[in-house]
């Protein structure tokens, strides 16, 4: 901000404050960028890391807010589990309180089995996890927060559309030491906690959407995690239950985590 001041008043700043102020500007330009480029190196290290596990196991906890039509935030929350086997296997399953929902993908078929509808939709899929992915969020509206954890290569994902990085420092979630890291898009602020040392997890995630009234926000945390083993031949198989109906692969609305009244939320994935 600039301010118009009389060049001969006696409360002017002073020389020696006026090169306080500059140096001041000259060394924040050098941690700024510091503290950017560690940002994305660490970023870099656990994409690198995650893409390379070709098996993953783990466990989460993920929490939803949204905002009602009378400015009141209110925050939903679910647990789940899901097993990956790269490239093109995965079975994950997660429940709350108004849905409990099943996928299984074995490289050819992507099934969905909603146990809260006694319900299932399966579609063609045949290709990579990548592939999958895309095909839920532009096909069948799917918005898999988090998903860009899990693809062939996270960091082209996640980094694409950041305008600003930022290395806060450490912080311990559940337990474990883990590098803090923040980021800027143009709709959406997200942090990233790093677990740090030779295993760089990613212990938890956090999206704001910074242009929505409220700015509510998605968070997503790694309970635990598992890699190097082989799973079940059939842990990708899915058999339909009993007296399941068949439901169409196009309204997969007993996917959400929101019950159906809640108000839609909107914003971008990390």
Not at 205 to 210: A, D, M, R
Request: proline share 7%; charged share 20%.
């Amino acid at each position: 901000m600039f301010v118009r001041t009389n060049r001969h008043s006696r409360g002017g700043p002073s020389l020696a404050s006026v090169l306080l102020c500059a140096a001041a500007l000259v060394a924040a330009g050098p941690t700024a960028q510091a503290q950017q480029d560690d940002a994305r190196t660490i970023l870099k290290a656990m994409s690198d890391y995650v893409s390379g596990q070709k098996t993953i196991e783990f466990t989460f906890d993920s929490d939803i807010e949204i905002i009602t039509p009378q400015l009141e935030k209110i925050q939903f929350t679910n647990s789940g589990e899901a097993l990956v086997s790269r490239p093109d296997m995965l079975r994950a399953h997660r429940v709350g309180g108004y849905a409990d929902v099943a996928l299984y993908f074995d490289g050819k078929t992507a099934s969905v089995y909603g146990k809260n509808v006694n319900g299932y939709a399966q579609f063609a899929a045949p290709g990579t996890l990548d592939q999958l992915f895309t095909a839920l969020r532009a096909g069948h509206g799917v918005a898999l927060p988090g998903a860009d954890f899990l693809l062939s290569n996270p960091y082209a994902a996640l980094s694409a559309d950041v305008m600003e990085a930022k290395h806060i420092g450490r912080g311990v979630i559940d337990g474990v030491e883990c590098e803090h890291l923040a980021f800027r898009n143009f709709d959406t602020d997200w942090q990233l906690w790093v677990e740090a040392g030779a295993k760089p997890i990613p212990r938890k995630v956090v999206i704001t959407s910074k242009t929505i009234n409220g700015a509510p926000q998605y968070t997503f945390r790694v309970k635990s995690w598992k890699t190097g083993f082989e799973p079940p031949a059939d842990a990708f198989k899915f058999t339909p239950p009993a007296g399941a109906a068949i439901l169409d692969p196009n309204n997969l609305i007993f996917l959400d985590e929101l019950p159906p009244e809640a108000p839609a939320p909107t914003g971008g994935n990390p």
